[in-house]
């Protein structure tokens, strides 16, 4: 810390937003310097009382945090306990084939269906009336796509994965396929009661 030091006083200098100076000590006068030694006492004290001051007003942040974090983890908490209930499924694409080739599901019960491409080229997953009128959500790096009735399909780029969520809605057996020219692949989803 930096004092400034006129006429038997010393004041510091640059902290807490004071004005900057430099030390100037008249090295004739032992009393400016005997002055000089208890303002830095006095100065030592008054650090250690406001870092304790910091320290408690944190403290009491804190405190009065502590409500919000818990409720927040709470609310957290909540969440993973529905995302466990999720059902997760994967199908890998490779030699253009869906590995597995039958899906079974349960009505209501919330599945995401996660697409790895393993393969070379890309691929498609087109599913017929599973998910028409259904909410979907869709994640991953493939390009979904929509129409009247809803999700259509998603294109899955090579070493891509899309991700879709949707809680089926009616039993039945649904195929799915990749349309792409030239790509005979397919499978089927059974979604039971």
Known sequence: MTFLVQRGLATPVGAFGMRKGVLIVDW????????????????LVNQVVVQVLVCSV??????????????????????EAVASKIQRITV???????????IRLRVGQPIRLVFKNDDVELHAFVPTDLLAKTNVQVAGNGAPQFDKQGFHRVLIPSQGQAELTFSPKHAGSFPFFCDLPGHVMNGTVVVEE
């Open 92 to 102: 890998h694409i490779e030699n253009r084939r869906f590995i597995p080739h039958l």
């Open 58 to 79: 944190v403290g009491l942040i804190a405190i009065g945090v502590a409500p919000s974090v818990a409720w927040a983890s709470a609310s957290l908490i909540g969440n």
């Open 28 to 43: 004739g006068r032992s009393k400016l310097i005997d002055n000089m030694n208890i303002v830095l006492r006095k100065t």
